[in-house]
């Protein structure tokens, strides 16, 4: 299946060349880069978190393959709903699906299953690959839409079944984390409770991530593909969790009454990695 853009010309510039013109405006060229095992990016308008995302993904290398998680905002049929063949297209091109890491994702996940259509119009996934092909042209991906049904066990099911697919892969891969933050609250409730979220990614601690956004009531609602991509970092060796930057719609709205919180954080390797 080609998937078609659902949301270019909304959450992002429709045409190429606008498109290139604001990733460029939201991205460094001289940052340096580092080796990473996954990102944590926002997924909302590129007008609000955009900046925040540009800022991530200009500062780690983008490999040819990254598997994309995104909660699902809208009730989808599988835990883990893997697009295993096929391409997503973008006003940037057309993007390969790595059918091949697909597959290792689907064996050694039990609860994951081939559901194309729960990505047909989500859109936590759809815009972080603008980005990633802005940096990688011949970038592949694999796009898991996660359930807002999934409890704990099977994040981390699921995440150990993910760092033992890119192992058995044997080449680079980048996990790229799809967030919001706390939604629609003051600025000040925003910082605090986002605060409390992203100590936990800082931990490595993806079970204290989990409970806490339950426990605090914080409505990041990417916490579970988040937990997930923890634990798979965890298995594969990761060595630190940094921030890269963070915002709210305020900071370009000029509304802080109710804002949208954005996190981007970089999750690094050892250095033997």
């Not at 194309?116 to 898991?144: C, K, M, N, T, W």
């Not at 981390?156 to 044997?170: D, T, V």
């Not at 979220?197 to 956004?213: H, N, S, Y």
């Amino acid at each position: 299946m080609r998937r078609k853009a659902q949301v270019s010309g909304t959450f992002y510039p429709g045409q190429r060349e606008q498109l290139l013109k604001t990733i460029r405006g939201m991205t460094d060229a001289k940052t340096e880069r580092k080796k990473a095992l996954a990102v944590i990016v926002p997924h909302a308008g590129y007008m609000y978190s955009g900046p925040v995302a540009g800022a991530v993904f200009s500062s780690v290398e983008i490999p040819a393959a990254a598997v994309v998680l995104g909660p699902g905002h809208r009730d989808i049929r599988s835990l883990f709903a893997v697009q295993n063949a096929g391409s997503w297209l973008t006003p940037l091109g057309e993007v390969p699906i790595r059918e091949d890491l697909a597959a290792m994702i689907l064996d050694r996940c039990p609860s994951a299953r081939q559901d194309e259509e729960a990505h047909l119009l989500e859109h936590s996934l759809e815009v972080e690959v603008p980005f990633l092909q802005y940096f990688r042209e011949d970038v592949g991906i694999v796009p898991v839409c996660v359930s807002h049904e999934t409890d704990y066990g099977d994040l981390e099911s699921f995440g150990q079944g993910l760092a033992a697919a890119i192992r058995a892969y044997g080449r680079p891969v980048l996990m790229v984390a799809s967030t919001d933050m706390s939604h629609y609250v003051s600025q000040s409730t925003a910082e605090k409770k986002d605060a409390l979220a992203i100590r936990k990614i800082q931990d490595l601690d993806p079970r204290g991530l989990f409970e806490t956004v339950l426990a605090e009531g914080i409505s990041m609602c990417g916490f579970q593909p988040t937990t997930a991509a923890l634990v798979a970092a965890r298995e594969l060796g990761a060595a630190e969790a940094e921030l890269v930057l963070y915002r709210t719609s305020g900071d370009s709205s000029g509304d802080f009454s109710q804002v949208v919180g954005y996190a981007g954080l970089r999750i690094l390797p050892g250095p033997s990695r």
